[in-house]
């Protein structure tokens, strides 16, 4: 059972060179995920290399001191393994899926990869003209640049948040060889790696492995994170991007909040499922989607951080009804902040939020994904237990309260993209 | 896949209720959760001129309340227990599903039952829903490569009803009339259309009666089978163009390809793993997570050597011929005929010497890790077998392996010579205009991604 009375309680490890690793079996499929996550994200990237724990992730699997691409390739490709790197604020991660019965030669690589990349220049050259082809993707996506421009205007510099994971055509052109092995060699080490193990393989052969794969690995102590507080803004900021080419705008519109370590973190939680989550986007999609047909999409998303993280509400419309778009997310963010949620909403975002916890917990990803962020976050090997109750303890006072401290119109960041002209100023 | 070694996971049973409902029960008990599907055989392949986009707004509105669920009780209904609900609709089936804890199964046959019979189609509700489908279109609009999609199926069929995409064509969403969207849905919603699925932790002969309780009372219908024209055989290279402000050129290259029932189908899954990397067999779960394909034919040919940025393929299991797609991103600077002329002369190679003893047994290695991969849920078990009853039998998801295991060098061979010639093909590109360098848009019409719409 994935979560029985015993929850997932899964076997935790720390190996004597600092690096942790969780195992958990699951047994529905003969296969195995494995999670590793090194606190080396892009909140790292120096001011003037925007970008380099995002090429480093995609130069990494490009040729090890004794692999090369080709081979790598060849030896995952062979069992039907897909090697993904990725980033994000804090963590750079390695994660695939293998059969069980290729769990340990699978981790050998994987581990190969993570500890000695070697970043070829010609691969270097390969990577760097795939991520500027992104970043121009980027620049055609009025969505994308909806949410690259909330978290500009969000978190100004020199607030880490504000700035894109894969950098800048500049920034990219900044980036060699030396810089990749160096921000290797500075970031990715044994004492930042959570390694996480989940699937059709009993705990003890998944840390013997894991011990033989990164037991011997030594590096040098991980450095935290540090993330100065967000600027906290007295007025309504906003910007337009004219995309006149496309047919739908997409609207990026909110707030920053807490830190995960707050308080404040589960009435937060609660709140933003009343507002833009809550059965197809909550309040948001009810006004917007259900009641006014204005939209396919409408809805609220909030992350908090190792700094304080966004409330996002975005909803994407014609040009014709954005004003009409705002003015209902508006009326939303504000009756939520003066009346407060009902009794009833409270009651049925929580049965949500814990009956949803079987399913979120079904898979190996999931899992997988589950135990990383519980252990970045120090929230224990009982989170899955506690967590409920942490949630059905929260009283409507305590939700109203961060709706009254957070949602407020008047201090909103507001951006616009796509095929409209609007008035700088305007609402 | 078949119960492997889990002994959580018993036997698929099949039944059918004498009003023809076929209904499908695997008991998988790793998790205390149940996933319930309703399918139906209809599609956007199955609409005729004017009302293209009607199957997928009659899904729509069978998430806007029904007899015994008032239009202000939808919203929570499956929420309440910690579910998830959702549809799509795609060529040949749309599908309605929930994931919820085992304690919901009945409310999630309630759902579905009341769905099949009840709808209550208030006009406001068609005119609202008609704007939201606009959106929905508009959104898929900002997407270059959905609108090559779109051009490049399009071209490539002229008499098959899979010419069209499945959220529609905007004159049409513009003027379906209500009367029509529940003529449409009358017409297609009964039992004997149907497919219910039920897989997880439940037990086969309570969910039986709890069926026969739901669903016993419906009336079975006759069934209103749209003929659909067989597309001619494809006598030249067809080439299509999309101009439009954007910033990356994209390239497609579709070729006509087998139905799921021909054997051939396998061995077109086993030349889009050499030639792209292979994905496996679930819409639903497997086009979510990049295929292994560092070493294919194509990734090697083309993002190695700096032309394109991704290379991605495309052989998806239909009831009727479909496509086999290709699609591409051109490195920032790569002419999109530099990059066409690389990706069709590996494609040709393919077809004149075929792939090698050694590719045909990694493409099997591949092809059975995924099947394994994409089944990690009881939602993506649950969805096989309804997919597969849509299109063919639900016998497909077990038949899979077998199907893979006869794939030989030689018939493989032959299938590439068949399927991957010349003029069996057509060839899209999206050439990016710089803002400002083209006359104010009238936009073509329409987007869906493969699944057409998930999200109702």
Request: hydrophobic share 40%.
């Amino acid at each position: 059972m994935s979560l029985g009375a015993g929850g997932l309680s899964p076997d935790r490890h720390v190996l004597p060179n600092g690096a942790v690793v969780l195992a958990r079996q699951n047994r529905l499929t003969p296969a195995v995920t494995i999670l590793a996550g090194f606190r080396a994200g892009s909140a790292r990237d120096p001011d003037d290399q925007i970008g380099l724990a995002h090429l480093c992730a995609r130069v990494l699997d490009r040729g090890t001191a004794s692999r090369s691409a080709d081979q790598i390739a060849d030896q995952l490709d062979g069992r039907g393994v897909a090697l993904s790197v990725s980033v994000t604020r804090h963590l750079l991660s390695l994660s695939c899926t293998c059969l069980a019965e290729d769990f340990e030669r699978v981790l050998d690589l994987l581990g190969d990869v993570a500890m000695h990349p070697v970043f070829p220049d010609d691969e270097i050259v390969t990577k760097r003209g795939e991520v500027a082809t992104a970043i121009r993707q980027d620049e055609d996506s009025p969505a994308v640049m909806a949410i690259e421009g909330l978290f500009a205007l969000l978190y100004p510099a020199p607030h880490p948040y504000g700035r894109r994971t894969r950098g800048t055509l500049e920034s990219l052109g900044r980036i060699d060889r030396q810089a990749l092995a160096a921000f290797h060699a500075a970031h990715v080490g044994p004492s930042s790696l959570s390694l996480v193990i989940v699937g059709d393989v009993e705990p003890p052969r998944a840390l013997d492995a894991a011990g033989a794969v990164f037991g011997s690995w030594s590096g040098p102590a991980a450095g935290a994170d540090g993330v100065p507080a967000a600027a906290q803004p007295a007025s309504r900021r906003r910007t337009i991007v004219p995309m006149k080419g496309k047919s739908q705008v997409d609207i990026a519109y909110g707030f920053t909040t807490i830190r995960r370590d707050d308080p404040a973190y589960h009435p937060l939680v609660l709140m933003n499922n009343v507002l833009g989550q809550y059965a197809l986007g909550g309040r948001l999609g009810t006004s917007i989607r259900e009641e006014q047909g204005m939209a396919y999409y409408a809805f609220s998303a909030f992350e908090a951080n190792v700094g304080e993280g966004p409330l996002v509400i975005r909803a994407g419309v014609n040009a014709a009804n954005v004003d009409r778009a705002l003015a209902s997310i508006d009326r939303e963010v504000a009756g939520l902040s003066g009346g407060g949620a009902t009794d009833r909403e409270i009651e049925d975002s929580k049965l949500y939020l814990v009956g949803s916890m079987p399913r979120t917990l079904e898979t190996n990803s999931g899992i997988a994904g589950f135990l990383q962020n519980a252990e970045f976050f120090g929230l224990g090997l009982d989170y899955d237990l506690r967590l409920p109750d942490l949630i059905n303890a929260v009283t409507r006072d305590e939700v109203n309260q961060v709706a009254r401290r957070f949602l407020h119109p008047d201090r909103a960041a507001v951006v616009i993209a796509g095929p409209y002209e609007g008035q700088e100023g305007g609402a | 896949m078949t119960a492997g070694s889990n002994p959580d996971r018993l036997p698929v049973r099949e039944t059918t209720l004498a009003n023809g409902l076929t209904v499908l029960i695997q008991e998988v008990h790793t998790a205390p959760l149940a996933s319930v599907w309703c399918w139906y055989k209809v599609g956007s392949a199955d609409e005729g001129p004017g009302c293209t986009g009607i199957s997928h707004w009659v899904e729509h509105m069978n998430f806007k309340g029904t007899e015994r669920i008032p239009r202000d009780q939808v919203k929570g209904i499956i929420e309440r227990y910690g579910g998830s609900w959702n549809g799509y609709t795609w060529l040949d089936q749309t599908t309605y599903l929930e994931t919820a804890t085992r304690d919901a199964l009945d409310q999630m046959l309630f759902i579905e039952a009341e769905r099949m019979a009840h709808g209550l189609y208030h006009p406001d509700d068609c005119e609202s829903e008609r704007t939201v489908i606009i959106s929905e279109l508009e959104g898929g609009e900002n997407d270059p490569e959905q609108l090559l999609e779109i051009e490049v199926t399009a071209a490539a069929f002229k008499a098959h009803p899979y010419h069209h995409p499945t959220i529609g064509w905007l004159p049409d969403l513009k003027r379906i009339t209500r009367d029509e969207l529940y003529g449409y849905y009358r017409r297609h919603y009964v039992p004997n259309n149907a497919t219910l699925v039920v897989v997880g932790d439940v037990e086969q002969a309570d969910v039986l009666r709890r069926v026969d309780h739901h669903f016993g009372s419906i009336q079975p219908g006759p069934i209103d089978r749209t003929v659909r024209t067989p597309e001619p055989a494809q006598a030249g290279e067809r080439r299509v163009k999309v101009v439009r402000e954007g910033t990356a050129a994209y390239l497609k290259i579709a070729s006509h390809a087998p139905a799921a029932t021909d054997p051939d189908f396998y061995r077109m899954l086993i030349l889009d793993a050499v030639l792209a990397g292979a994905k496996g067999l679930n819409l639903w779960s497997s086009f979510r997570t990049p295929p292994p394909q560092r070493s294919a034919r194509l990734y090697r040919a083309l993002v190695d050597r700096r032309l394109a940025s991704s290379v991605a393929g495309a052989m998806l299991p239909t009831r009727d011929p479909f496509l086999y797609i290709l699609s591409m991103t051109a490195v920032e600077g790569t002419p999109l005929a530099v990059l066409e002329e690389a990706a069709t002369a590996e494609i040709d190679r393919v077809a004149r010497e075929g792939i090698t003893a050694e590719e045909l047994a990694k493409a099997r290695i591949q092809l059975r890790a995924r099947l394994v991969f994409e089944n990690d849920s009881v939602t993506n078990l649950a969805h096989q077998l309804g997919y597969f009853e849509t299109i063919a039998s639900w016998r497909m998801a077990e038949a899979a392996l077998a199907g893979l295991e006869a794939a030989t060098v030689t018939n493989v061979n032959e299938a590439a010579a068949r399927y991957l010639r010349p003029s069996n093909r057509t060839v899209g590109r999206f050439e990016p205009a710089q803002a400002g360098e083209l006359a104010p848009s009238t936009g073509p019409a329409a987007p869906p991604s493969p699944a057409g719409g998930q999200r109702p």
